[in-house]
């Protein structure tokens, strides 16, 4: 058996890259644009574009779905965003049909109740105390109680400082 030699040639035309990569001429045209092809001239070279669309193809836009980074044509790209968004919109509906997703001011007002439970809890804690331990005073009762007011008082205001640094 004998070996046949194979030419592979050093450039090839939009149209027979195309076929070799399995993608249309116009997607050849983007992915050069984009810089996933080495195009010379009116050609394409073989071996360096294959192996950059390789490259590409091991990306995570490629892996995302997008055929290349960014359309030639900007009316093309406000397309794509824009049915992005509609489907993203379309997702987030039947989440939120499904019970998958949480009203946000429902979810703010359950918190705010389960923290006024707290903090009434923490509150009664001195006179909870007073009641078993007979042997403090009040003095001692109203430092604990003092203690407790200020933790409370230290813990919300630490959200505002955090809304405060987000800005």
Same mark, same amino acid.
């Given at each position: ?46 071996a360096e574009s294959v192996a950059r669309y390789c490259t590409y193809l091991r990306s995570p836009a490629a ?11 900007? &009316? !093309? *790209? @406000? =397309? ?7 489907? $993203?919109?379309? #997702? &987030? !509906? *039947? @989440? =939120? ?7 946000? $001011?429902?979810? #703010? ?15 009664a804690v001195p006179s909870r105390v007073g009641t078993r331990l007979p042997t403090l005073t009040a003095a ?20 505002e400082a955090a809304q405060e640094s987000d800005l």
């Amino acid at each position: 058996m004998g070996h046949e030699s194979t030419q592979i040639p050093e450039t090839v035309r939009a149209s027979e890259l195309a076929a070799l990569l399995g993608v249309t001429p116009s997607t050849v045209s983007h992915l050069a644009t984009a810089g996933h092809l080495v195009k010379r001239g009116s050609r394409y070279a073989l071996a360096e574009s294959v192996a950059r669309y390789c490259t590409y193809l091991r990306s995570p836009a490629a892996r995302a779905g997008r055929v290349a980074d960014a359309p030639a044509d900007p &009316l !093309k *790209a @406000a =397309r794509i965003r824009f049915m992005e968004a509609q489907t $993203a919109r379309t #997702e &987030l !509906k *039947a @989440a =939120r049909e499904a019970g998958e997703l949480l009203d946000r $001011a429902a979810v #703010e007002a359950a918190w705010r109740g389960i923290l006024a439970d707290v903090r009434a809890g923490l509150l009664a804690v001195p006179s909870r105390v007073g009641t078993r331990l007979p042997t403090l005073t009040a003095a001692d009762l109203a430092e604990i109680a003092a203690e407790i007011r200020a933790a409370l008082e230290a813990l919300a205001a630490a959200p505002e400082a955090a809304q405060e640094s987000d800005l």
